[in-house]
């Protein structure tokens, strides 16, 4: 027997699947609860709107990250080679065939006030995502950790958006020579070649 997965994951995988294939508000409700096989009162009972079904599929991104994040710490991984896998791991997203653009930045775009439950959940991985890289650069011996991570944050998210609009394959070697660079240029001694 070919047992379903429980109907609040199926919402959510076809949430992620066509999301991910187009765009947040060009998605429906109704699109979304016939793709995943489900009525409407199923689909209120698990999200009682839209948005908290974006901010579910938000959030599941972020654990997803946070998880790459923690294998990579817990394996021993030093600062330098977490930062050299999350440029990496930035590039490869970049590259992927049918790349649209960051998930976050796609939805701080398309969920612009301020106070919105969506918008709510960018800044939980904003907020995730610079502490991570301040931790990291700081670990690095960097002198100004947040001014660092600043710097690197706002490299990543142009490179994200160059993935989307230029040339994908150049993203993972810039990314990684510019990171290389910013991060260099705030440390007393040199970061190993």
């Given at each position: 027997m070919n047992a379903q997965p429980p109907v609040r994951e199926r919402?959510?995988?076809?949430?992620?699947?066509?999301?991910?294939?187009?765009?947040?508000?060009?998605?429906?409700?109704d699109r979304i609860i016939a793709d995943a096989g489900t009525t409407k009162m199923t689909f209120y009972r698990h999200f009682p709107t839209k948005d908290h079904l974006v901010v579910a599929y938000l959030d599941g991104r972020l654990e997803l990250l946070k998880g790459a994040v923690d294998r990579e710490t817990t394996a021993g991984q030093d600062a330098?080679?977490?930062?050299?896998?999350?440029?990496?791991?930035?590039g490869s997203e970049a590259c992927r065939p049918g790349f649209r653009g960051c998930t976050f930045i796609n939805a701080a775009a398309e969920y612009p006030a301020d106070g919105n439950v969506v918008r709510a959940a960018v800044e939980r991985y904003?907020?995730?995502?610079?502490?991570?890289v301040a931790e990291l650069v700081r670990d690095l011996g960097a002198e100004q950790p947040?001014?660092?991570?600043?710097?690197?944050?706002?490299?990543?998210?142009?490179?994200?958006?160059?993935?989307?609009?230029g040339d994908p394959?150049?993203?993972?070697d810039a990314l990684v020579t510019a990171g290389r660079a910013i991060i260099t240029a705030h440390l007393r001694t040199?970061?190993?070649?």
């Open positions: 919402i959510l995988a076809s949430a992620t699947a066509l999301f991910e294939a187009t765009s947040i508000r060009s998605i429906s409700a330098c080679a977490v930062l050299l896998q999350l440029a990496s791991a930035h904003r907020t995730w995502l610079h502490g991570l947040n001014v660092v991570a600043d710097q690197l944050i706002m490299l990543r998210d142009g490179a994200m958006v160059h993935g989307f609009m394959a150049s993203v993972t040199p970061l190993p070649a």
